[in-house]
């Protein structure tokens, strides 16, 4: 009987050829999931540049119809200011843009049944069952929020106001989130995303 032996090249892994493999995975693996939080950090951005896109389609809707942008005038010039002004934006924009005008948050009942729907999907009804809602009740009061979940920030002034009094950025209107950065730190305001910076 005659013994072959096998060619070098059919045979298997070694177990230092195994361990190297595993470590090349084991390192990738840490850097994957390292990256994640700046992965999930830009898919949250790009939703709230496309929500703001979207509520500023309705914003200029909104104006053709009726002549003028919804009305949020700032109480001051402050960042803290703006920013306390701007939130209550969040509540005008829900109710101009959204249809609902009732207190029970229900864009289908009586008060609200011949209001014109700017964005589609942010009234009550659309929003109650939705893992990323676009808008939610805070204290009683219905507002549009970002992917974060903070309330947008809304500003505008009338129309026929003079240059010297505006206190808006835009001659038409401010719309902001503040994402993950501090609403009144105006070192942190290069992160939020607006219609008046880039």
Same mark, same amino acid.
């Given at each position: ?11 298997? $892994? ?19 999931i ?16 496309? $929500?703001i ?8 809707? /909104? ?22 002004s701007g ?6 924009? /829900?109710?101009h ?19 014109k729907? /700017? ?6 009804e ?5 893992? @990323?809602?676009?808008a ?5 009061? $219905? ?24 206190k808006? /950025? ?15 730190? @105006? ?12």
């Amino acid at each position: 009987m005659k013994l072959t032996r096998r060619s070098k090249g059919s045979r298997g $892994f070694s177990l230092i050829e195994l361990m190297v493999v595993v470590a090349i995975m084991v390192v990738l693996a840490g850097l994957l999931i390292g990256s994640l939080p700046g992965i999930q950090t830009r898919i949250n951005r790009g939703k709230v540049e496309a $929500f703001i896109a979207e509520l500023e389609s309705g914003l200029s809707r /909104y104006q053709i119809d009726n002549g003028a942008y919804p009305q949020n005038p700032p109480t001051g010039t402050s960042a803290d200011a703006r920013d306390s002004s701007g939130i209550e934006g969040a509540k005008v924009l /829900y109710k101009h843009l959204s249809g609902d005008w009732g207190e029970t948050g229900s864009a289908v009942d009586e008060t609200n049944k011949d209001e014109k729907i /700017y964005v589609n999907k942010l009234d009550y009804e659309g929003n109650k069952n939705s893992k @990323e809602p676009r808008a939610i009740s805070i204290g009683g009061a $219905f507002m549009v929020v970002d992917s974060y979940g903070n309330p947008i920030r809304y500003l505008a002034q009338p129309p026929n106001i003079t240059v010297d009094e505006r206190k808006t /950025y835009n001659p038409t209107y401010d719309i902001w989130s503040i994402t993950d950065a501090d609403p009144i730190s @105006e070192e942190e305001q290069s992160r939020h995303i607006t219609n008046w910076q880039n």
